[in-house]
């Protein structure tokens, strides 16, 4: 299971076996199932999460209306978390649910900063994946605020085809934010 982590970081970096083995003593495997919680919202978030097998949501529930916000779907090979309460070690303002059982190997904010501050090259590599994560969130504002319906699932296909496929339409439409029946269209 470490052999993804490592292929994972040397798409940025390569790194000695001597380099790899003190990553990853620093990161734990867990296992979650579908439904499962691995982050709840109101809750402290011990982990950040890189996913090596399944599927997740992170989502905000508005507390008034219970209405559900999907902000990110992650799927293998990618990091997920509520990011501002794990570095700030705060309370989660989001829930990071599984729609698939999920494998993750998990790393403490400690195991973090250990990493960065023993090997400046991990440092490299996570300014790197955090610049990339930024750069999609921005897209993906500016595509809410000025696409269509339309031209947003399209974007989606051409970028993640597996993850939707992967993705219940009831989900896709939400994360679009589209209504449902949306999707069913012809030219949806």
């Known amino acids: 299971m470490h052999i993804k982590l490592r292929e994972h970081i040397e798409k940025i970096m390569p790194l000695t076996d001597d380099e790899f083995a003190f990553v990853a003593k620093h990161f734990i495997y867990k296992k979650f199932k579908k439904h499962q919680f691995m982050v709840q919202q109101g809750e402290p978030v011990p982990y950040n999460y890189f996913l090596l097998s399944g599927l997740t949501k992170l989502v905000y529930t508005d507390p008034d209306t219970d209405k559900e916000y999907i902000l990110a779907f992650a799927m293998e090979d990618w990091w997920d978390n509520d990011f501002q ?17 999920t494998q993750v190997l998990c790393l403490s904010l400690d195991d973090f900063n250990a990493l960065r501050t023993g090997m400046p090259k991990i440092e490299h590599f996570f300014l790197e994946k955090v610049m990339w994560g930024f750069l999609a969130a921005q897209r993906r504002i500016l ?41 069913s269209r012809p030219n949806v």
Do not use: I, N, W
């Open 85 to 101: 309460a794990y570095y700030t070690k705060t309370r989660a303002s989001f829930s990071m649910v599984c729609l698939e059982d």
């Open 143 to 183: 595509s809410l605020m000025t696409s269509s319906a339309q031209e947003r699932y399209e974007q989606l296909l051409a970028q993640h085809p597996s993850l939707a496929q992967r993705l219940p339409k009831t989900q896709l439409a939400a994360y679009l934010g589209v209504a449902r029946e949306t999707l």
